[in-house]
């Protein structure tokens, strides 16, 4: 048997895990309809109450990380610009994703630019 201390370590990294995998796929769609973007805050639900029901552990590990990211499938352009200087946490790709798939139809391509260069500019330290 497991101690359940090391049995609690173990379901954290595990979810962990799962909710980066979560944002990581939502990162790599290639359209996202406004149907779309319900079935994944819908999809998000339904893993966790799964999740609730298998383990004691609350709060659940980076929770926030994915319903932050698939919110922000609805911001407009200029809270976009704000959300992405704030949330640094994201990788650029993750957020190179947000910009081209959520306002990519909606913005002209000079905006889509600045966005980009946002991203770009955050970035840049990192390497």
């Known amino acids: 048997r497991i101690p359940l201390p090391v049995s609690n370590i173990l379901?954290?990294?595990?979810?962990?895990?799962?909710?980066r995998t979560l944002v990581e796929g939502y990162a790599n769609v290639k359209k996202c309809s406004n149907e779309g973007?319900?079935?994944?805050?819908l999809d998000f639900?339904?893993?966790?109450m799964k999740l609730e029901k298998l383990t004691d552990?609350?709060?659940?590990?980076?929770?926030?990380f994915v319903e932050t990211y698939i919110k922000a499938y609805y911001l407009t352009e200029n809270d976009m610009e704000c959300w992405i200087k704030e949330h640094r946490e994201y990788s650029t790709k993750q957020l190179t994703n947000l910009v081209n798939i959520c306002l990519g139809t909606y913005?002209?391509?000079?905006?889509?630019?600045?966005l980009l260069a946002t991203i770009d500019d955050i970035d840049?330290?990192?390497r």
Do not use: G, T, V
């Open 11 to 19: 379901w954290e990294h595990c979810i962990r895990l799962a909710n």
């Open 37 to 41: 973007r319900a079935l994944m805050q």
């Open 45 to 48: 639900q339904q893993f966790l």
């Open 57 to 64: 552990i609350r709060p659940i590990p980076d929770k926030e």
């Open 107 to 114: 913005i002209n391509k000079k905006a889509r630019q600045k």
């Open 124 to 126: 840049r330290p990192k």
